[in-house]
């Protein structure tokens, strides 16, 4: 690929780390805004005071990383990650780090804000309720796909 073809892809990409990889140094608000000072285009406000507000996160937007709860946290890296509307979210154990109630409620709130730019969620998890719930499932044995 040219470079120009892979900053569009880029672009068209989001990921949600197990770990939320969220900066210390950045407030919530902030950590949500970096795929836009990454790829030096124009923050969204209007979009990213949307995000807050879906994911119930506005009254901690000025709080960083360390202040927040795992499911707070959790939200955060969801919100930076539909920053950029992507057409593709790519979701590492989404429940991993979480208690069942916030599992359920940081799901619930994916599902929420996926409805705002609906972008293809590929989410890999070793939650069956989870899988559960997709369209569509894929098991990976021995390091081959095997559909449902």
């Known amino acids: 690929m040219k470079e120009e073809e892979k900053i569009h892809l880029k672009?068209?990409?989001s990921l949600i780390f197990q770990d939320y990889?969220?900066?210390?140094?950045?407030?919530v608000r902030e950590n949500i805004l970096l795929p836009c000072f990454l790829h030096e285009e124009q923050a969204d406000q209007e979009w990213c005071d949307a995000i807050l507000d879906r994911l119930q996160i506005r009254e901690?937007?000025?709080?960083?990383?360390d202040q927040l709860s795992g499911g707070q946290q959790q939200r955060t890296a969801i919100g930076?990650?539909?920053?950029t509307k992507p057409e593709y979210l790519f979701y590492d154990e989404p429940t991993g780090n979480l208690d069942r109630k916030t599992s359920e409620s940081v799901l619930h709130l994916l599902m929420e804000v996926r409805d705002?730019?609906?972008?293809l969620i590929i989410l890999v998890t070793h939650d069956l309720d989870i899988a559960r719930s997709a369209d569509i499932v894929l098991h990976i044995e021995d390091?081959?796909?095997?559909q449902d």
């Open 60 to 65: 901690i937007e000025n709080k960083y990383p």
């Open 143 to 146: 390091g081959m796909f095997i």
């Open 116 to 119: 705002l730019c609906d972008p």
């Open 21 to 27: 990889q969220l900066l210390p140094e950045l407030t």
């Open 11 to 13: 672009r068209r990409i």
């Open 80 to 83: 930076r990650a539909f920053m």
